[in-house]
């Protein structure tokens, strides 16, 4: 095959790939903001802190494609006071902008309130969230 004819394959199958792991962010996010809504007002010991809504490269792999704002990392702010992001409504940023670990991060309290959910729906969910992962996945691999 020409390589420019694979090329651009490969940029349209990343392409594909990167719109299909927006799509399985937009799944799992409302399941996952139902039960954050119930856990995290109460809680003691907030995980969004700046060191958290710091990019990493994988993330940019992803999100850069889509032209997405990222702001660089701030560099005047300690790892452990609030996240940037974060304002008094929850997170600022749709589920899809934000670093990965922000949808993969569940907290005892928010996992206990995800199982303890209808049981058919928390399966829907864990099968979103391994189609998520496996996306992303494939995605990552497509990366020199
Ligand atoms: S996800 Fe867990 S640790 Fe983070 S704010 Fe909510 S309850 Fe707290
Ligand atoms: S990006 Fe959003 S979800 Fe992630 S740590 Fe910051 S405020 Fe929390």
Request: proline share 6%; hydrophobic share 30%; net charge neutral.
């Amino acid at each position: 095959m020409e390589k420019n004819t694979q090329k651009r394959i490969q940029t349209e199958e990343r392409t594909e790939l990167a719109n299909e792991l927006k799509s399985a962010f937009s799944a799992v996010s409302p399941f996952i903001e139902k039960h954050t809504s119930i856990v995290c007002p109460a809680c003691e010991k907030v995980c969004c802190i700046d060191k958290h809504g710091r990019y990493e490269s994988n993330d940019l792999v992803f999100l850069r494609p889509f032209g997405a704002d990222i702001p660089d990392n701030p560099s005047d702010r300690e790892e452990t006071e609030p996240c940037r992001f974060l304002n008094e409504k929850g997170c600022s940023r749709e589920r899809w902008q934000r670093p990965f670990r922000c949808t993969s991060f569940f907290c005892d309290a928010l996992l206990k309130s995800l199982e303890d959910d209808n049981a058919k729906l928390y399966r829907a969910f864990v099968a979103f969230l391994q189609h998520l992962v496996y996306v992303r996945q494939k995605l990552l691999d497509y990366q020199p």
